[in-house]
């Protein structure tokens, strides 16, 4: 079974940095490929960045590619989100979902009903 616990949230300035965790307390995380999602108020939740299971390639939302960097460590069944430069645009609960399902390409993982399984999210605030 799966089950996600995201940590590292917080309050940072405009041009800061945080490393959001997201944890597998369950039995593994061997198969899923891992994205996050963010939701401000107010808005839908979107996709920011996905790592695959297999191969450990990413791909990235354009408002945050070049400045956010997804990677993983299977073997204590964890996944990063390095957030650099961050905007107060960035400003919103972000999610780390786990999916077991396979899609050739990287559309199928930018939408949330890929994921069955969520974290309770991290507020992340940007302050200008």
């Known amino acids: 079974q799966v089950q996600l616990v995201e940590s590292g949230g917080g309050l940072v300035q405009a041009g800061g940095s945080l490393r959001l965790s997201c944890i597998n307390s369950g039995r593994t995380f061997s198969g899923y490929s891992v994205g996050w999602f963010r939701q401000a108020p107010g808005k839908e939740r979107e996709f920011v960045a996905y790592i695959r299971w297999s191969g450990g390639s990413t791909h990235y939302a354009d408002s945050v590619k070049g400045r956010f960097t997804i990677s993983r460590d299977n073997a204590k069944k964890m996944v990063y989100l390095q957030t650099n430069s961050l905007k107060p645009e960035d400003t919103a609960v972000y999610y780390c979902?786990?999916?077991?399902?396979?899609?050739?390409?990287?559309?199928?993982?930018?939408?949330?009903?890929?994921?069955?399984?969520w974290g309770q999210g991290t507020q992340v605030t940007v302050s200008s």
């Open positions: 979902a786990a999916s077991d399902v396979y899609y050739s390409d990287n559309s199928g993982y930018t939408t949330p009903r890929t994921y069955a399984y």
